[in-house]
């Protein structure tokens, strides 16, 4: 007996339940794919996409790696982004990172998990980046909260500066990109105020979204 027939046995359960609600469902979702929105988020089991934001198979073309990573070498990453763009045509891209993210956790301490390593460098670089926002903060959780926050940002600047975006834009096709962050403890997204649907808009949105940091402590985080 396979230890995975209990998967399997769900899956089952599962189908059955769908086409008692929608006996087409299954039938409808193979024909076609026309999500409006492309998300770029976090490999955490606990962060699953369609189900935070209340959406069915079929809405959401999903992309995650470990702490929501966007990096211009990274061909898996942007040829998703350019299939959701250029074919898909999504409307919305949304990075997304987590409270609790434990690649940002590894990055802000330094601590050596093998090759991994190598792909938190790219949020080490945001830490470096942002030292003089990060650094004067005396409470190590709340430090790590920050960070996971500015890790979105940086993520969702990399998006609006890939050639894939910047031709969409030139051509005039409507496209906005955003920065989330999700909370383990509440279940709750929020916005962190990078919202770009052009390029005369994306230096003083990411300006904007970088201000909010001169805030009082705010909001949930795991």
Known sequence: MSKL???LNQNLAWAEAVRQQDAQFFKKLSKQQSPKYLWIGCS????????????????????R?????????DLNCLSVL?????VLKVEHVIVCGHYGCGGVQAALTGARLGLVDNWLRHVADVLDKHRARIDPIDIDSLK???LCELNVIEQALNVCQS???Q???DRGQELTVHSWIYSLLDGR???LNLNADGRDFLRRNYEDALDGFRLPERLPYA
């Open 5 to 7: 027939n209990p998967l």
């Open 189 to 191: 997204i929020r916005d």
């Open 167 to 169: 031709d969409a834009w």
């Open 44 to 63: 955490d089991s606990r962060v699953p996409a369609n189900q935070i934001v209340g959406l069915a198979p079929g809405e959401i073309f999903v992309h």
């Open 65 to 73: 790696n470990i702490a929501n990573v966007v990096v211009h070498a």
């Open 82 to 86: 350019q299939f959701a763009v250029d």
């Open 163 to 165: 050639t894939i975006v």
């Open 144 to 146: 790590h909260a920050r």
